[in-house]
Protein backbone atom coordinates (compact mmCIF):
# COMPACT_ATOMS: atom_id res chain seq x y z
CA UNK A 1 0.00 0.00 0.00
CA UNK A 2 1.03 3.61 -0.62
CA UNK A 3 0.29 5.04 2.79
CA UNK A 4 -1.36 8.14 3.46
CA UNK A 5 -1.00 9.94 0.81
CA UNK A 6 -0.82 14.15 1.21
CA UNK A 7 -0.96 17.00 -1.30
CA UNK A 8 0.09 19.26 -1.89
CA UNK A 9 3.36 19.01 0.39
CA UNK A 10 4.85 22.66 0.43
CA UNK A 11 2.14 25.50 0.05
CA UNK A 12 2.72 29.14 0.15
CA UNK A 13 -0.01 31.67 -0.04
CA UNK A 14 -1.10 35.21 0.70
CA UNK A 15 -3.43 36.02 3.75
CA UNK A 16 -7.04 36.36 2.68
CA UNK A 17 -6.35 33.59 0.36
CA UNK A 18 -8.57 30.18 0.46
CA UNK A 19 -6.33 27.11 1.20
CA UNK A 20 -7.23 23.45 0.54
CA UNK A 21 -5.39 20.67 2.07
CA UNK A 22 -6.16 16.85 0.25
CA UNK A 23 -5.51 13.99 1.65
CA UNK A 24 -6.17 10.14 0.59
CA UNK A 25 -6.28 7.14 3.52
CA UNK A 26 -5.16 3.97 3.23
CA UNK A 27 -7.59 1.79 1.62
CA UNK A 28 -9.53 -0.25 4.46
CA UNK A 29 -9.67 2.16 7.27
CA UNK A 30 -12.14 3.51 9.08
CA UNK A 31 -10.94 6.25 10.85
CA UNK A 32 -9.01 9.72 9.59
CA UNK A 33 -7.26 12.54 11.70
CA UNK A 34 -6.67 15.84 10.98
CA UNK A 35 -3.79 17.56 12.62
CA UNK A 36 -1.40 20.54 12.87
CA UNK A 37 1.98 20.85 14.13
CA UNK A 38 3.74 24.46 15.37
CA UNK A 39 6.60 24.47 17.65
CA UNK A 40 4.37 26.36 20.03
CA UNK A 41 1.42 24.39 20.55
CA UNK A 42 2.90 21.04 19.15
CA UNK A 43 0.62 18.63 17.40
CA UNK A 44 -3.01 19.37 18.07
CA UNK A 45 -5.75 17.53 16.95
CA UNK A 46 -8.16 19.37 14.50
CA UNK A 47 -11.01 16.82 13.75
CA UNK A 48 -12.01 12.92 13.05
CA UNK A 49 -13.92 10.97 11.17
CA UNK A 50 -15.40 7.65 11.23
CA UNK A 51 -16.38 6.01 8.16
CA UNK A 52 -16.54 9.53 6.49
CA UNK A 53 -18.34 11.17 9.08
CA UNK A 54 -17.46 14.11 11.20
CA UNK A 55 -16.85 12.69 15.35
CA UNK A 56 -14.84 15.26 17.28
CA UNK A 57 -14.25 18.77 15.60
CA UNK A 58 -13.70 20.38 18.95
CA UNK A 59 -10.04 21.06 17.68
CA UNK A 60 -10.78 23.24 14.79
CA UNK A 61 -9.61 26.22 15.66
CA UNK A 62 -12.19 28.95 14.43
CA UNK A 63 -15.14 29.04 11.62
CA UNK A 64 -12.74 29.35 8.91
CA UNK A 65 -11.24 25.73 9.43
CA UNK A 66 -13.56 23.63 7.14
CA UNK A 67 -12.98 19.98 6.75
CA UNK A 68 -15.19 17.26 4.92
CA UNK A 69 -15.08 13.82 3.66
CA UNK A 70 -17.52 12.87 0.71
CA UNK A 71 -15.95 9.01 0.45
CA UNK A 72 -13.81 6.42 1.68
CA UNK A 73 -10.51 7.95 -0.40
CA UNK A 74 -10.79 11.20 -0.25
CA UNK A 75 -10.94 14.15 2.34
CA UNK A 76 -9.93 17.69 2.36
CA UNK A 77 -9.37 20.33 5.49
CA UNK A 78 -10.20 24.18 3.75
CA UNK A 79 -8.42 27.32 5.66
CA UNK A 80 -11.01 30.14 4.37
CA UNK A 81 -9.75 33.29 4.62
CA UNK A 82 -6.11 32.31 5.86
CA UNK A 83 -4.31 33.67 8.19
CA UNK A 84 -0.52 34.01 9.24
CA UNK A 85 -0.98 32.05 12.34
CA UNK A 86 -1.86 29.15 10.49
CA UNK A 87 1.22 28.75 9.12
CA UNK A 88 1.82 25.41 9.88
CA UNK A 89 2.42 21.63 9.29
CA UNK A 90 -0.86 19.58 8.73
CA UNK A 91 -0.84 15.99 8.70
CA UNK A 92 -3.50 13.86 7.88
CA UNK A 93 -3.77 10.13 9.51
CA UNK A 94 -5.59 7.19 9.33
CA UNK A 95 -6.07 4.10 11.50
CA UNK A 96 -8.27 0.88 10.79
CA UNK A 97 -9.21 1.19 14.72
CA UNK A 98 -8.40 4.47 15.75
CA UNK A 99 -5.39 4.29 18.14
CA UNK A 100 -2.72 2.91 15.71
CA UNK A 101 -2.33 5.61 13.38
CA UNK A 102 -0.62 5.81 10.13
CA UNK A 103 0.57 9.67 9.24
CA UNK A 104 0.84 11.20 5.88
CA UNK A 105 3.95 12.60 5.28
CA UNK A 106 2.21 16.36 6.11
CA UNK A 107 1.24 19.75 4.25
CA UNK A 108 3.87 22.66 5.02
CA UNK A 109 1.65 25.81 4.68
CA UNK A 110 3.22 29.52 4.79
CA UNK A 111 0.77 31.91 4.96
CA UNK A 112 2.30 35.31 4.43
CA UNK B 1 -9.13 15.39 31.28
CA UNK B 2 -6.46 12.78 29.74
CA UNK B 3 -3.30 14.12 29.59
CA UNK B 4 0.80 12.76 28.84
CA UNK B 5 3.73 14.82 30.03
CA UNK B 6 7.21 14.18 28.35
CA UNK B 7 10.25 15.24 29.57
CA UNK B 8 11.61 18.32 27.61
CA UNK B 9 14.30 18.38 25.46
CA UNK B 10 16.59 18.46 23.48
CA UNK B 11 18.16 15.05 24.59
CA UNK B 12 21.98 15.11 23.31
CA UNK B 13 24.12 12.11 23.24
CA UNK B 14 26.75 10.37 22.25
CA UNK B 15 26.57 7.14 19.69
CA UNK B 16 26.23 3.78 21.95
CA UNK B 17 25.00 6.00 24.83
CA UNK B 18 22.09 4.73 26.77
CA UNK B 19 18.37 6.44 26.04
CA UNK B 20 15.90 7.22 28.61
CA UNK B 21 13.09 9.49 27.77
CA UNK B 22 10.35 9.82 30.71
CA UNK B 23 6.81 9.86 29.66
CA UNK B 24 4.06 10.07 32.21
CA UNK B 25 -0.03 9.99 32.33
CA UNK B 26 -2.95 10.94 33.73
CA UNK B 27 -6.23 9.08 32.77
CA UNK B 28 -8.96 7.56 34.09
CA UNK B 29 -9.81 3.84 33.17
CA UNK B 30 -6.67 1.95 31.32
CA UNK B 31 -6.32 3.42 28.31
CA UNK B 32 -3.51 2.22 25.28
CA UNK B 33 0.03 4.10 25.33
CA UNK B 34 2.73 4.56 22.40
CA UNK B 35 5.50 5.88 21.05
CA UNK B 36 5.56 7.58 17.89
CA UNK B 37 8.73 8.59 16.15
CA UNK B 38 9.05 11.70 13.61
CA UNK B 39 12.54 12.04 11.77
CA UNK B 40 12.88 15.48 9.97
CA UNK B 41 10.56 16.35 7.32
CA UNK B 42 8.21 12.85 7.68
CA UNK B 43 5.43 12.53 9.17
CA UNK B 44 5.07 10.31 12.72
CA UNK B 45 5.59 6.45 12.83
CA UNK B 46 4.08 3.95 15.39
CA UNK B 47 7.33 3.13 17.37
CA UNK B 48 5.78 0.73 20.27
CA UNK B 49 2.53 0.15 21.79
CA UNK B 50 1.32 -1.17 24.70
CA UNK B 51 -2.10 -1.94 25.74
CA UNK B 52 -2.60 -2.79 29.23
CA UNK B 53 -0.52 -2.50 32.63
CA UNK B 54 2.75 -4.38 32.73
CA UNK B 55 2.84 -5.24 29.10
CA UNK B 56 6.43 -4.15 27.59
CA UNK B 57 6.33 -2.75 23.88
CA UNK B 58 9.55 -3.35 21.53
CA UNK B 59 10.64 -2.59 18.43
CA UNK B 60 14.23 -1.49 17.32
CA UNK B 61 15.92 -2.05 20.04
CA UNK B 62 13.34 0.44 21.85
CA UNK B 63 11.32 -0.84 24.79
CA UNK B 64 8.75 0.64 26.87
CA UNK B 65 6.81 -1.23 29.92
CA UNK B 66 3.33 0.07 31.04
CA UNK B 67 3.75 0.91 34.66
CA UNK B 68 0.24 1.88 36.42
CA UNK B 69 1.89 2.18 39.82
CA UNK B 70 3.80 4.57 38.77
CA UNK B 71 1.30 5.75 35.44
CA UNK B 72 4.45 5.97 33.43
CA UNK B 73 6.01 4.47 30.29
CA UNK B 74 9.29 5.50 30.10
CA UNK B 75 11.04 4.58 26.23
CA UNK B 76 14.61 3.48 26.87
CA UNK B 77 17.45 1.83 24.02
CA UNK B 78 20.59 0.41 24.95
CA UNK B 79 22.92 1.93 23.08
CA UNK B 80 21.54 4.62 20.71
CA UNK B 81 22.50 5.42 16.64
CA UNK B 82 23.21 8.78 14.90
CA UNK B 83 20.20 7.03 12.79
CA UNK B 84 17.38 7.52 15.62
CA UNK B 85 17.87 11.05 16.10
CA UNK B 86 14.47 12.16 16.06
CA UNK B 87 11.46 13.92 17.99
CA UNK B 88 9.49 11.09 20.38
CA UNK B 89 6.55 11.68 21.54
CA UNK B 90 4.77 9.32 23.63
CA UNK B 91 0.49 9.25 23.56
CA UNK B 92 -2.46 7.45 25.17
CA UNK B 93 -5.63 6.33 23.79
CA UNK B 94 -8.47 8.31 24.94
CA UNK B 95 -11.19 6.73 26.92
CA UNK B 96 -13.68 6.07 23.42
CA UNK B 97 -10.44 4.81 22.10
CA UNK B 98 -11.09 6.52 19.01
CA UNK B 99 -8.12 9.15 18.88
CA UNK B 100 -4.95 9.82 20.91
CA UNK B 101 -4.02 12.00 22.72
CA UNK B 102 0.09 13.40 22.00
CA UNK B 103 2.53 14.56 25.07
CA UNK B 104 4.60 17.85 23.11
CA UNK B 105 7.62 15.76 22.12
CA UNK B 106 10.77 14.85 22.53
CA UNK B 107 13.72 15.90 20.48
CA UNK B 108 16.79 13.63 20.47
CA UNK B 109 20.22 13.87 18.45
CA UNK B 110 23.11 11.40 18.96
CA UNK B 111 26.46 12.40 17.36
CA UNK B 112 29.15 10.58 16.42
Known amino acids: DAGVIQSPRHEVTEMGQEVTLRCKPISGHDYLFWYRQTMMRGLELLIY????????DSGMPEDRFSAKMPNASFSTLKIQPSEPRDSAVYFC??????????FGPGTRLLVL | GDSVTQMEGPVTLSEEAFLTINCTYTATGYPSLFWYVQYPGEGLQLLLK?????DKGSNKGFEATYRKETTSFHLEKGSVQVSDSAVYFCALGNQAGTALIFGKGTTLSVSS
Open chain 1, 49 to 56: FNNNVPID
Open chain 1, 93 to 102: ASSPRAETQY
Open chain 2, 50 to 54: ATKAD
